[in-house]
C-alpha cells in the first residue's frame, strides 16, 4: 500500500521562525512535489525533485527551499516564515503518472 | 502558461441523481488526464484517469475525453452523500518528467 507520511497534521509557529516540513515516501519514488492549497487558489506548486539531490521550482518558490538528502525523503523549509505562509502544505510523490499525497501540514504562522 | 479550468460551484445534486463536473484545458499538447477527490480537511486522491478520447467507465464513475474540444468531464451515477467533497482536475503534458496542472475544484453536495 502506497504511504507518504508528513511529520506534523498541525503546526503554529512565529514570524520570523525558521520552519520545517518534512515529507516520507515509502516507495522508492523518484518524484517528490511540494505544494501549499489555499481556498480559492487551489493547489500550487512550490518545488519539485526528479531524484537526491535534484531540485527544480515550481509556481510560488518565493520565500521556500527544499532539501532532499535522501531518495525517501523530501523537506520543505520556510527560511523566515511569514503570516502569509498560512497554509495547507501537501506533500506528494508520483508513482507513474499518479500523484499519491500525503496527510497534509495545516500551517499557521502568527 | 497552462491553464485548467473548472467551475468551483457548488454543484448541488440530490442523492440518487447524476453528477457532472467539467474541465477545460488551454494546452493541445496535454495527453494525460486525472480526476482526483478531495473530502475537507484531507488530501487528495486519485479516482480516475484517462488518455484516450471516448469514455471510461469504474464502477458509478465515468470519465470524458474529448481532445479536440479540450474538455474532461466526471460522471458521478448514483450519487450518494458520501460522494460530497472537492473534485481536482489534473492535466499532463507528454514527454520529459511529469508535472500535473490542477484546476481549483469544483464543490459537490449530495443531498438526501
Known amino acids: 500500500d502506497v504511504k507518504v507520511t508528513q511529520s506534523s497534521r498541525y503546526l503554529v509557529k512565529r514570524t520570523g521562525e525558521k520552519v520545517f516540513l518534512e515529507c516520507v515516501q515509502d516507495?522508492?519514488?523518484?518524484?517528490m512535489f511540494w505544494y501549499r492549497q489555499d481556498p480559492g487558489l487551489g493547489l500550487r506548486l512550490i518545488y519539485f525533485s526528479y531524484d537526491v539531490k535534484m531540485k527544480e521550482k515550481g509556481d510560488i518558490p518565493e520565500g521556500y527551499s527544499v532539501s532532499r538528502e535522501k531518495k525517501e525523503r523530501f523537506s520543505l523549509i520556510l527560511e523566515s516564515a511569514s503570516t502569509n505562509q498560512t497554509s495547507m502544505y501537501l506533500c506528494a510523490s508520483t508513482l507513474g503518472e499518479t500523484q499519491y499525497f500525503g496527510p497534509g501540514t495545516r500551517l499557521l504562522v502568527l | 502558461q497552462k491553464e485548467v479550468e473548472q467551475n468551483s460551484g457548488p454543484l448541488s445534486v440530490p442523492e440518487g441523481a447524476i453528477a457532472s463536473l467539467n474541465c477545460t484545458y488551454s494546452?493541445?499538447?496535454?495527453?494525460?488526464f486525472f480526476w482526483y477527490r478531495q473530502y475537507s480537511g484531507k488530501s487528495p486522491e486519485l479516482i480516475m484517469s484517462i488518455y484516450s478520447n471516448g469514455d471510461k467507465e469504474d464502477g458509478r464513475f465515468t470519465a470524458q475525453l474529448n481532445k479536440a474540444s479540450q474538455y474532461v468531464s466526471l460522471l458521478i451515477r448514483d450519487s450518494q452523500p458520501s460522494d460530497s467533497a472537492t473534485y481536482l482536475c489534473a492535466v499532463n503534458l507528454s514527454g520529459g518528467s511529469y508535472i500535473p496542472t490542477f484546476g481549483r475544484g469544483t464543490s459537490l453536495i449530495v443531498h438526501p
Open positions: 494546452d493541445r499538447g496535454s495527453q494525460s
Open positions: 516507495m522508492d519514488h523518484e518524484n
